[in-house]
């Protein structure tokens, strides 16, 4: 496997590649490794933070939010998955498909047990 560049921008938090990307963790050290984990956590907490309070001034500039029922998520998600077998392996690389099936299975289980 040849790896491609790919620039870093540390500050941001954010890997900006041309190349895959993956390659490069094979010869990550530890340290760079950790940075990244310690990045990817903030990152999310930065997400969660900034999605909640983009609601709440899409709510101030009158957004009318309602909440499903189970039983319309259940609806939404049956859809959703619905699709899964039109876009693995045309918009999705069927091998990530199924990794990120898998993460999110076990994600919901670990959830699901707490």
Request: glycine content about 6%.
């Amino acid at each position: 496997m040849s790896i491609k560049p790919f620039d870093l921008d540390i500050k941001r938090r954010t890997l900006l590649k041309t190349g895959l990307a993956l390659g490069v963790l094979q010869f990550a050290s530890p340290a760079i490794l950790k940075a990244a984990a310690e990045a990817g956590k903030g990152f999310r907490n930065d997400i969660r933070k900034n999605s909640d309070k983009a609601i709440d001034v899409m709510k101030e500039h009158g957004l009318i939010v309602h909440d499903i029922t189970p039983e319309q998520y259940a609806q939404w998600e049956k859809l959703f998955q619905s699709v899964y077998p039109q876009i693995s392996g045309t918009l999705i690389p069927a091998d990530i498909m199924d990794m990120a099936i898998k993460y999110r299975d076990e994600y919901r289980a670990k959830k699901a047990a707490e």
